[in-house]
């Protein structure tokens, strides 16, 4: 018998990244919010890799904390190693990484989200999501508990209709075994959603007790503290090491002699699985002529003796599993505590969705985060931001918030999820953005956080922090611009012989002096030529000024990217009415739906014949 | 509404007496202005709509390209509804594929197929009615275009494949040690130097090939050269047989480069005449010497001329150390004199594999074999290229030129700009070739990057 419990403005199902940073953002807006998880206790859960950043990454999660959203603050609390990697490829690609404490990571969610005001958290399966004319109603528990709602956010991760795989060993369950949600997929079939089906898998735990460190090298965090978040305090914590090790031929034998045994060759896995992430006998097969592949021995948390192997994702049988691991230098005695697996589970096919991450098909429905076919916790926690604030949004009756592709790598990422097809779960990449340059992490306040105003989401300290930041830059710009010398200053001279640079040939500003790469900000510090101003901003203004040629070639092709984008088309647009379309062209038009002429022309199999025809029907219309 | 600028071909290409270019925008007037010297005193931008206007297209060293009439339309009683120039060239498909690319050159962008006739219809001068006909239109002539394009490039698709494969394989190797440092550590600049080079190279030859399909259908270009007095400017009159250069007894004398269209033995020619290459000081001729270095570059053959009075001597060489061998071709002038100072035997060891004819322009004697020479090198394939028989239309080769400058901005900057920076123009390259096969390579990068890459922690 089901009873009526109660009525939110918004309800998100699944407490993971997508689902923590949704909640949040919405209640943080002002809306009643309900965030509903199979287990309290796995709250913000890192089932997978126990690391947050990386190349792509890290930029995510800036751009969240930009927004005003949690995860950037939250691993500043929770990690054991934070690192800059990438260092001297350029500014675009320069990442943070971070390992995390994640039992910490974890309880400090925990706390952040029974704090807040407006947030009510609820222990429960959610089994049917109700709708009337195809509008989100209510949801309705596994106990009878009915909440009326009008926005639904899922952000149920690999649970839907998870199935765990180790060799001939198999179950239906989530990860790290968790309860899978079998319904709940169910109930979005009926409403109509395609469903797909993807794999993914996680590496063994071992004891640290058991590990023979002696025979591994080690791999320490930075001295320098870093952080993710701009309001994060100075970062004061102790790092832990990580540590390196390697496969052996022996290892490879040992997966070879098993492979009849392996899940992924025999054909008992048939989710697609992510050519990023792939299996070690994935890799032992694929790349037979080498002889050693990396593997990083991780720690999972400061109070636990649990090592994550990182390289070693695998769904062999558990005793292969072992073998596999005393063929490991440093791992000749080791002890496993958690077998690795693979585990397959229902994606809904991400094109379903609009830029908002609301369905087109059911209104007031949102997915976000590995629900939608992508990997990794940073995308996860960017997809539940944005959907938590189109919720939100609604609620509000306001204009949905999107990013473009030139603003943010969530516009590349979601725009990428809606309008191309993948057949293997989607991770980001520096790689898949066209304005690279643009979208790095150390301007991503500057890109984001007015717009984190305008919404309401970035609260007063917040602000007070940026436009604190950004009248401090401003400043300091303008002395680089104002400052100049000539070839007749001694000073410069004597400075430019020194760093076996060229002398001066005309009046040249500390600005223009900037682009050469022999010359560093520090330096003008120390000459006594700027006074000082926080490294951040000595930072921020370095690049801009040694990179401007290539900022500017890059903020070019943006607006020639953005003419097309502002052409928008209309929600209405009948595609079979419009004359001389390839039927191709229809069917895709028709699937994903794209909102202007620029986001068309992304769609595989829409051609540029077909756009000049969209632009001739469009004008037609409008005369 | 439209930002750019556009020009083509109105007329079907090939032989015809006269082809027109039309060109339409916001701009135009302003850019054509630069290319072209009216007879009349009036400057275009002062001209009404409707007017024709006589005059030439000049080239950037201000030479002469063809004499052209141009007509002007003025926005919006034009085709495109706006401001519109068709110029009517005269030279044949030479000075008209000159002429084009001379548009090309002052900023205007070479016409999408069927991009009048859209902006016709999106300025509203063609009906509502007429909307599907133009849809029609450019449907055709895009798919037809696109496919006309790649049977084209039939011939050399295995090299356009090469090309892509290579950038594919570089931008890959780029790529993937940005977003799989730990996996794939940093890039390997001798090997993307390597590469970046072979890519380079292939395009080079591919671009020359293309030169090559151009000088049979728009003919060759070819440059006299030699020290000052040896009587190149006599040559060019007795080649297009009529005075056109200065002659004079004293050297340095010519200064500009001066070029004709003639014909050798059915193959069209464009033969300049250049000023005397010496160590000067004088000013305008230095500027003159540095034109003739220039063209003497892109010139199919070089006829490179001798005195046999005076002898072969430093100055002569210093010359002949800076040309391409590869397309030269010697020409011993004076060769009535009565005390001649150059020996067989001294031409043979000098200029060993490299045609020689002995000559005197003066006397008519010589000028069969050379026009002969000059016809067995094209017949022969002796001229640049490697005997591909190709066909690059003005689009694919515009396209490759500039993926080459990208290409060669990421060999200068190699080591110089962090990797993201690099990605620029090594990323460009590949997006500019896309365009040949109207593909998007950029998409293709990540799956290279598995294909190549052992990536997965």
């Given at each position: 018998m089901n009873y009526e419990a109660g009525k939110y403005d918004v309800v998100v199902i699944g407490a993971g990244h997508a689902g923590c940073e949704a909640a949040l953002a919405s209640a943080r807006m002002g809306c009643s919010t309900l965030l509903v998880t199979l287990?309290?206790?796995?709250?913000?859960?890192?089932?997978?890799?126990p690391s947050i950043g990386g190349p792509a990454k890290a930029q995510l999660v800036r751009e969240i904390d930009a927004l005003g959203g949690e995860m950037g603050i939250n691993i500043d609390k929770a990690n054991i190693q934070i690192r800059l990697i990438n260092?001297?490829?350029?500014p675009a690609v320069q990442s943070l990484r971070a390992q995390a404490d994640k039992h910490e990571y974890g309880r400090e969610m925990i706390k952040t989200i029974l704090g807040q005001k407006g947030l009510h958290l609820l222990m429960a399966e959610v089994e049917e999501i109700e709708t009337v004319d195809e509008k989100v109603n209510a949801i309705v528990t596994r106990t009878g508990a009915r909440y009326q709602c009008q926005n639904v956010v899922i952000t149920t991760g690999t649970y839907l209709k998870g199935r765990i795989i180790a060799g001939e060993v198999m179950y239906d369950g989530g990860p790290g075994n968790q309860f899978p949600a079998v319904k709940l997929a169910d109930s979005l079939r009926a409403m109509g959603i395609r469903l797909g089906r993807f794999k993914t898998g996680t590496p063994p735990r071992v004891d640290r007790?058991?590990?023979?460190?002696?025979?591994t090298i080690e791999m320490p965090g930075d001295i320098q503290p870093w952080r993710f978040?701009?309001?994060?305090?100075?970062p004061v914590r102790e790092q832990l090491s990580c540590w390196l090790t390697h496969s052996t031929p022996e290892t490879h034998r040992i997966v070879m002699d098993n492979i009849e045994r392996a899940p992924l060759f025999t054909g008992v896995i048939k989710g697609k699985g992510p050519r990023y992430c792939p299996s070690f006998e994935d890799k032992v097969v694929r790349f037979a002529h080498k002889s050693s592949h990396q593997l990083f021995i991780e720690p999972?948390?400061?109070?636990?003796d649990e090592m994550y192997i990182q390289g070693l994702n695998t769904s062999l049988p558990e005793d292969v599993q072992v073998q596999v691991l005393h063929s490991i230098p440093g791992m000749e005695e080791v002890r496993m505590i958690r077998t690795g697996y693979a585990i397959e589970y229902d994606y809904v096919?991400?094109?379903?969705?609009k830029l908002s991450l609301e369905s087109k098909m059911v209104e007031g429905l949102f997915t976000a985060g590995q629900i939608n076919g992508t990997s990794g916790y940073e995308e996860a926690a960017a997809q539940g931001l944005i959907a938590g604030i189109n919720a939100a949004l609604k609620v509000q009756a306001r204009e949905p918030f999107i990013l473009k592709r030139s603003e943010a790598y969530i516009g590349v990422m979601i725009d990428d999820l809606i309008t191309k097809e993948s057949d293997e779960p989607y991770r980001l990449l520096?790689?898949?953005?066209?304005y690279r340059l643009l979208l790095r992490q150390d301007n991503a306040d500057l890109r984001l956080t007015e717009k984190g105003r305008q919404i309401g989401l970035v609260d007063d300290f917040r602000w007070a922090i940026f436009t604190e930041k950004k009248k401090s830059l401003a400043e300091g710009t303008h002395l680089l611009h104002k400052t100049t010398f000539t070839p007749a200053d001694k000073d410069v001279d004597k400075y430019l012989t020194s760093k076996e640079g060229a002398p001066l040939r005309d009046k040249t500003s500390l600005w223009e002096m900037l682009?050469?790469?022999?010359?560093?900000?520090?330096d003008y510090l120390n000459q006594g030529w700027l006074p000082p101003f926080q490294p951040e901003i000595l930072e921020q203004m370095e690049i801009q000024a040694k990179y401007e040629g290539y900022i500017n070639k890059q903020q070019e092709q943006v607006q020639r990217f953005e003419r097309m984008e502002s052409k928008r088309i209309p929600e209405?647009?009948?595609?079979?009415?419009?004359?001389?379309?390839?039927n191709e062209s229809v069917q895709r038009l028709n699937e994903i739906?794209?909102?202007s002429l620029g986001h068309a022309s992304r769609?595989?199999?829409?051609s540029p014949a077909d756009i000049n025809i969209l632009l001739i029907y469009l004008a037609k219309r409008r005369n | 509404m439209f930002r750019e600028d556009i020009a083509a071909l109105s007329t079907p290409p090939g032989e015809g007496g006269i082809g027109i270019i039309r060109v339409s925008g916001k701009g135009i007037i302003d850019k054509i202005s630069k290319i072209f010297i009216p007879f009349?005193?009036?400057?275009i931008g002062q001209r009404r709509g409707f007017s024709l206007n006589l005059g030439w297209i000049i080239?950037?060293?201000?030479?002469?390209?063809d004499e052209v009439l141009l007509g002007i339309m003025r926005a919006p009683h034009s085709y495109t509804g706006e401001d519109v120039i068709e110029i009517n060239c005269h030279g044949g498909s030479m000075p008209i594929r000159r002429c084009l690319q001379r548009c090309l050159d002052v900023g205007i962008k070479l016409a999408e197929p069927g991009e009048f006739t859209k902006r016709a219809y999106l300025n509203g001068r063609l009906d509502l009615t007429q909307a599907e006909a133009v849809i029609d239109i450019i449907r055709a002539k895009t798919d037809r275009g696109l496919k006309l394009a790649v049977q084209q490039l039939e011939g050399p698709s295995h090299f356009i494949a090469e090309i892509e494969d290579q950038l594919l394989r570089v931008n890959a190797m780029l790529e993937a040690s940005l977003d799989f440092p730990e996996e794939v550590?940093?890039?390997d600049y001798a090997e993307t130097k390597a590469i970046l080079l072979t890519i380079k190279k292939l395009m080079d030859k591919l671009i020359r090939a293309g030169q090559r399909s151009e000088i049979y259908r728009d003919g060759l270009k070819a440059v006299i050269c030699g020290?000052?007095?040896?009587?190149k400017s006599s040559l060019l009159n007795a080649l297009v047989?009529?005075?056109?250069a200065i002659v004079t007894?004293?050297?340095?004398?010519?200064r500009d480069v001066v070029e004709d269209y003639i014909n050798i033995r059915g193959i069209p020619v464009r033969i300049m005449d250049t000023a005397g290459i010496r160590q000067t000081e004088d000013i305008v001729e230095k500027i003159g010497v540095e034109k003739t270095r220039e063209v003497i570059e892109q010139a199919d053959l070089i006829l490179f001329v001798l005195d046999a009075g005076t002898g072969i001597d430093k100055e002569d060489m210093d010359i002949f150390q800076e040309?391409?061998?590869?397309r030269l071709i010697v020409m011993v002038n004076k060769?009535?004199?009565?005390?001649?100072?150059?020996?067989e035997e001294k031409l043979a060891e000098l200029f060993r594999d490299i045609p020689v004819i002995r000559a005197s322009v003066q006397k008519s004697i010589g000028i069969e074999a050379l026009e002969e020479a000059v016809e067995s090198r094209v017949i022969q394939g002796m001229?640049?290229?490697?005997g591909m028989e190709i066909m690059i239309n003005l689009r694919q080769k515009n396209a490759l030129i500039r993926s080459r400058e990208q290409v060669e901005s990421a060999l200068i900057t190699l080591g110089q700009v962090p990797l993201d920076c690099l990605g620029v123009d090594i990323g460009g390259a590949l997006e500019t070739m896309g365009e040949i096969s109207g593909r998007t390579l950029k998409d293709e990068v990540i799956d290279r990057i598995f294909h190549d890459f052992c990536i997965g922690k």
């Open positions: 287990s309290v206790e796995n709250i913000a859960l890192m089932p997978c890799n260092t001297g490829k350029g007790k058991s590990v023979n460190f002696s025979k978040s701009y309001i994060s305090p100075q999972e948390g400061r109070d636990t096919i991400p094109s379903q969705a520096t790689s898949r953005a066209e682009r050469r790469t022999e010359v560093k900000i520090e209405d647009i009948d595609y079979n009415q419009v004359y001389s379309l390839s739906r794209p909102q769609i595989a199999g829409v | 009349s005193a009036q400057e080239d950037d060293d201000g030479s002469k390209v550590g940093d890039l020290k000052p007095n040896v009587g047989k009529k005075e056109k007894e004293i050297p340095g004398t010519t040309v391409d061998q590869s060769e009535d004199l009565e005390r001649k100072e150059i020996s001229l640049p290229g490697d």
